[in-house]
């Protein structure tokens, strides 16, 4: 193929339909890479949810602190503070009320 016969346009809707080849192949990989890994898994008696547990790799940090009145809301005391927490502490609570006793 001499890419010098093709016109301009020619040229542009070829390297539209490369890219979308190359999308769709992406696409492709991704798909058989993830059947082989939950395949994988499966053997192993896991599922892939069981085994990236807090999304990025590392274990979840333990929750801190605990709703007054919810006990089924919970937070580590990292990252953005909850409504619930903000909510209590302008009620008048202090964090340490809050603590998760061990």
Do not use: C
């Not at 890219?19 to 994988?40: G, L, V």
């Amino acid at each position: 193929m001499d890419l010098n016969e093709f016109s301009r346009d020619e040229l542009l809707q070829l390297r539209r339909d490369i890219d979308k080849a190359i999308n769709n192949y992406d696409k492709r990989r991704r798909a058989e890479a993830m059947a082989a890994a939950e395949a994988a898994v499966r053997e192993m008696g896991f599922t892939l949810a069981e085994l990236s547990v807090g999304g990025l790799g590392g274990p979840k940090n333990a929750p801190k602190y605990r709703h007054p009145e919810d006990p089924d809301l919970t937070w580590s005391g990292r990252g953005r503070k909850p409504d619930w927490f903000t909510s209590a502490i302008e009620s008048g609570a202090k964090p340490e009320d809050m603590l998760i006793k061990p």
